[in-house]
């Protein structure tokens, strides 16, 4: 309510967790649902489009289930059986106005790095003449 008495008077407010991940998003979907009238999916789908990162813990979504239900009378997120258990279905679907355009990922990726210690301190350089760190990404199936 506070969120949107602000807004309501032109002010701004800042939500935000430690990560920025679960906790601030679940407030934020809250408001949505509740003042913007957007279902708990909608809602998600939206948020993640303006943070890509944000993924609610499973009890935090069960909670947004409930009070989605509370507001409309009936919910548009589900939890699923997979092969990891129970998963919010959300999670395993994408909106295709929420993805960002991604590029794809190369098969080896290099960083340049000089490291040189000084007094316990490390430092990074990338302007290196020493061999490049070559990292490969591992792809889940």
């Given at each position: 309510?506070?969120?949107h008495?602000n807004?309501q008077?032109?002010?701004k407010?800042?939500?935000h967790?430690?990560?920025?991940r679960?906790r601030?998003?679940?407030?934020i979907?809250?408001?949505?649902?509740?003042?913007?009238?957007?279902?708990?999916?909608?809602a998600f789908y939206?948020l993640?489009?303006?943070?890509?990162?944000?993924?609610?813990?499973f009890g935090?979504?069960?909670?947004?289930?409930?009070?989605e239900r509370s507001l409309t009378g009936?919910t548009?997120?589900s939890f699923?059986?997979?092969?990891f258990g129970?998963?919010?279905?959300?999670?395993?679907?994408t909106?295709a106005?929420s993805t960002?355009?991604?590029?794809p990922?190369p098969?080896?990726?290099t960083?340049?790095?000089?490291?040189?210690?000084?007094?316990?301190?490390i430092?990074?350089s990338r302007?290196?003449?020493?061999p490049?760190?070559s990292f490969?990404?591992?792809?889940s199936t």
């Amino acid at each position: 309510d506070r969120i949107h008495q602000n807004i309501q008077q032109g002010k701004k407010t800042l939500v935000h967790c430690y990560v920025g991940r679960s906790r601030s998003a679940s407030i934020i979907l809250a408001y949505l649902m509740k003042y913007q009238q957007m279902s708990l999916r909608e809602a998600f789908y939206y948020l993640r489009s303006r943070r890509h990162i944000i993924g609610p813990n499973f009890g935090f979504i069960k909670q947004l289930i409930s009070y989605e239900r509370s507001l409309t009378g009936y919910t548009t997120v589900s939890f699923v059986n997979t092969s990891f258990g129970a998963v919010p279905d959300i999670y395993l679907t994408t909106s295709a106005s929420s993805t960002r355009p991604r590029r794809p990922m190369p098969s080896t990726t290099t960083v340049p790095v000089q490291t040189t210690t000084t007094n316990n301190t490390i430092s990074r350089s990338r302007s290196s003449t020493k061999p490049a760190l070559s990292f490969s990404p591992v792809r889940s199936t």
